[in-house]
């Protein structure tokens, strides 16, 4: 297990345990990224349905009016996202590593359940395990681009209508659009369930909300944020 | 309201709308529809506002003993206008269809309503603008003989009677009227109001809405909700306001429609060839800024203004005929016919559910149209058409459209289901001859195997001698009684499993139409998932707690 630990990690060396000290791992504009793209995708899921026919929640116009508004803002805070994550070299967390992959899948089918630690630390330089980042790369390159770039197509159906009567070309974008957001649905069900398996139930809801959780600090990191950013050790 | 009546007093009440009151009088009935009275102020377009004074006219001083007579006081201004009219499907009551090639017009058609014109022109041409046309010899080169007055006339009291006596039965409904005051009628012409185009076209099918479904009596002072261009107390729109015209030719036509003008606006008063929505309101009408309005524009160009702008037929308080069956006619009371009016409209009238002269028929307003692909072109099924009986019902006139077809549109209609006279063994529809004081005129002599014999003979067409009946159905495209926008229909009304479109193809139809499987795999999916993470999640809670446990399973 130890010896899992180190690899999933890297650092620190084994056997050296290294000071914990709770510090801001989801800055500001992360968080709000978070949980306003977690409202828009909700409020896009339940439109998006109701456009789809799939119930009868809400009447089909006011379905498309909250649909597209919400999918222009999602698409505009996802561009301001794509710039934050390569200005600030944030991108690199969702780097895909395989390496500890074997152990964090070993984790969640069995060592979970009976209270066996989980085998990644949280580290400044990475936040997420190896599944995390894959789950949120394939999030973010395949179901969400899959999803905007078939709904804006959907959404400008006027601009190429007329050049494609018939059944041949609504009803491919129709089907991509749909199949994305049904794999988006799965996704989100599961990533929600996620979040009760930290060291409580709550434990990363409040990590996301606050943005603090407590993690090993190697010397140079620790020394790095008091003299730089302070502000984002917590007062103990 | 079930009552019977014998059929004398009470024959064509409907059909001739201007002298109901008159007859009303002798027929202890329900009261019939007035004559339509003319409404002020109606807005004719750009032909509205007059630059001569009928009255001081020397020409109209009169007397004149006949409308002919004042025809030809017209003529002797008004020197073009007689060519102009002979033009017109008015008076040829003729139409080539150039995209189809068929011949039409009432000359020539057969209905599924009372059927054919012809051969009963003694009644039917009231409708016709001129005077007397009784049979094929009526001389369509003879000026004097054209109507001016049915349609310029601004005074309400003028009238048109049938062209020959019908049966006996039915001659004592013309008598007693007043006489018409010609005179008076020539020096207050004008342009032609809803009333004036109403005396036919309201009437359609022998009676106030019988036809068209939204064109009928509720039109002449409609309200805002009703029709949002013809409201009194809105735009007041004449029927010439969107039925423009050149030389007496009136565009918007049903036997060529135009189901899509992408034309729009035109130059400025340039378009003199259309009655389109587009012709006044351009081809975007939508606000572009606007998401909706963005994509209703784009609607635009599948669906006509008509399918969303009408959402319902005959909303006027007048019902229209659905149903009609003829196998029925002839039944009689004491030897003599009768009537039954076991429906009554919004606007409280009576009517008819069965009459002897016609058979029994069926009234819905206030409803849904249906909706088909159109692109302008109707394909008539005339007395030349062998018939398939295997299709059942069989289209009176076929709407032509397709959805891959950029010029067709989605339209409304409403359909009438009837079964008609036909020849079984030659497979045609008949001429059925139901007008005339002979004794071979179905209204008298209630035989329809001698009236359609007579019917087929004046027409030099073979007649088998076996009648059948076929169950036939008719389209007849919902144009009028455009509500104000916010009674429009809404987009989930068609945009929802089952809708107004359910039945329209070749379209994908958000709200309508899935992929079946996917969102079958879909549901399967988030059942998985949902019946994973719960399995997950017990398994986690009964080992954390200890409810199922073994020490070796404890983490080093």
Redesign the interface.
Known sequence: MEAEMSQASAVPPPGIPQPRRSVMIYTRYERFWHWSQAALIFILAVSGFAVHGSFTLMDFRTAVLIHSSAAVALIVLWIFTTFWHFTTTAWRHYLPDVRGLPAVIRFYVWGILVGAPHPYSKTLKRKQNALQSLAYLSFMVIIGPALWASGIIYLAYPLWGQWATGILGLPTVVFVHTAAADLMMIFVIIHIYMTTTGKTFTHYVKTMITGYDTIELTPAEAAYLEEEEVSRLAKS | MASTHPIVPLLFIATLGWNATAIAATAEHSAPAAKLQPVADQNSGSLSGGTADHTKFEALKGPFQTGADVTKACLTCHNKAGEQVMKSVHWTWDYRNPRTGQLLGKKNVINNFCTNARGNEGMCAQCHAGYGWTDATFDFTDQARIDCLVCHDRTATYYRLPNSRGSAICGVLFENLAPIDFAHVAQNVGLPGRENCGTCHFNGGGGDGVKHGDLDSSLTRPSKALDVHMAVAGPNFACTQCHVSRHHQIAGSRYDMVAHDETGLGKPGARRDVATCESCHGTTPHPKLS??G??L??HA??VACQTCHIPRIARGGVATVTDWDWSTAGRLIDGKGYAEEKYVQADGTPRHTYWSIKGNFKWDENFVPTYQWFDGRMVYTTADTKIDAKQSPVPINVVKGD????NSRIWPFKQVRTKVPWDPVNKTLVFNHLWGDDDTAFWGNFDLVKSVSAGMKLENRPFSGTLGFLDTVSNWPITHMVAPKGDAV???EC???KGRLAAIT???L??????GW??T??II??SL??AG?AA??A??LA??FKIIWRPE????
Request: contains cysteine.
């Open positions: 998401l909706i963005w994509q524009n784009h160009e599948r959805p891959g077809d950029p809404g987009c989930g945009h929802k499993p070749g379209v994908y958000p709200g309508r139409d899935g992929f996917l969102d795999l879909g999916a988030l998932t949902l993470i997950h999640a398994i986690r080992l954390r399973w404890r983490p080093k």
